[in-house]
C-alpha cells in the first residue's frame, strides 16, 4: 500500500500570500496518478487537481501541481478567502487508492 | 448537470449490515468509475473501492472482505454494503463518480 505524508498539518497564512502544500509517497505513485483535493467543512471535497498537474474543470489557475515518482506538490499563488480549507492528495496508481492525512490551510 | 446523492440508514447496530444506495440523476451509471469513500467525525477520507460499469471491482484490503459495491443499471444506483460493522465504522459515507463529482454525504453512526 502506498502511504501518503502531507506537511504541513497546519498553514497559516494571509489572503493574497502563496501556499506551498506537500506530499510524499512511501513508494513511486504509478503513472504519477496524483489527485488534490479540497474540502470546506461540511461539505464535500472537491477534486482540484488530477495526474499531477491537471487543473480539473472549473478550477482557477491559481492553483497548480508539480511533482514525480514521490515527491508532489500543490501551489495556491494567491490565497483567496475561500481557499481557507483542508488539503487532501490522493494516489490511485495503485489499489488500494490512498488518501494522505490533510493540510489544514487557516487564515493567520 | 449528473447528481448523486446517498441514502440510507443513519444508525446501524453493532455486527449488522451497513447498506447504502447512491441514486444518480441527469446521467447514466453505464460508464466512469463509481466509488465509495468514507470520512470519520473530525478525520480524514478512506478509500472503500469502486465499480467499473464493465464490471471491474476493486476493494481496499482493509475492510477485510466486508464490503460489496455493486451496479443497478435499472434503477441508476450504486449499491455499498459493508458487513460485520462496530462503531469503528461510523463516518459520512460519500459516493464519487469519476474524481470530480461527489455526493453530499451521509452520516451512518453505529451504536446499539
Known amino acids: 500500500e502506498v502511504v501518503l505524508t502531507q506537511s504541513p498539518g497546519t498553514l497559516s497564512l494571509s489572503p493574497g500570500e502563496r501556499a506551498t502544500l506537500s506530499c510524499r509517497a512511501s513508494q513511486s505513485v504509478g503513472s504519477n496518478y496524483l489527485a488534490w483535493f479540497q474540502q470546506r467543512p461540511g461539505q464535500a471535497p472537491r477534486l482540484l487537481i488530477y495526474a499531477t498537474s491537471s487543473r480539473a474543470i472549473g478550477i482557477p489557475d491559481r492553483f497548480s501541481g508539480s511533482g514525480s515518482g514521490t515527491d508532489f506538490t500543490l501551489t495556491i499563488s494567491r490565497l483567496e478567502p475561500e481557499d481557507f480549507a483542508v488539503y487532501y492528495c490522493?494516489?490511485?496508481?495503485?489499489?488500494?487508492?490512498?488518501f494522505g492525512p490533510g493540510t489544514k490551510v487557516e487564515s493567520k | 448537470q449528473v447528481q448523486l446523492q446517498e441514502s440510507g440508514p443513519g444508525l446501524v447496530k453493532p455486527s449488522e449490515t451497513l447498506s447504502l444506495t447512491c441514486t444518480v440523476s441527469g446521467g447514466s451509471i453505464s460508464d466512469y468509475y463509481w466509488s465509495w469513500i468514507r470520512q470519520p467525525p473530525g478525520k480524514g477520507l478512506e478509500w472503500i473501492g469502486y465499480?467499473?460499469?464493465?464490471?471491474?471491482?476493486k476493494y481496499n484490503p482493509s475492510l477485510k472482505n466486508r464490503v460489496t459495491i455493486s451496479l443497478d443499471t435499472s434503477k441508476n444506483q450504486v449499491s455499498l454494503k459493508l458487513k460485520s460493522v462496530t462503531p469503528a465504522d461510523t463516518a459520512v459515507y460519500y459516493c464519487?463518480?469519476?474524481?470530480?463529482?461527489w455526493g453530499q454525504g451521509t452520516l451512518v453512526t453505529v451504536s446499539s
Open positions: 490522493q494516489q490511485y496508481g495503485s489499489v488500494p487508492w490512498t
Open positions: 464519487a463518480m469519476g474524481f470530480d463529482n
Open positions: 465499480i467499473y460499469y464493465s464490471g471491474s471491482i
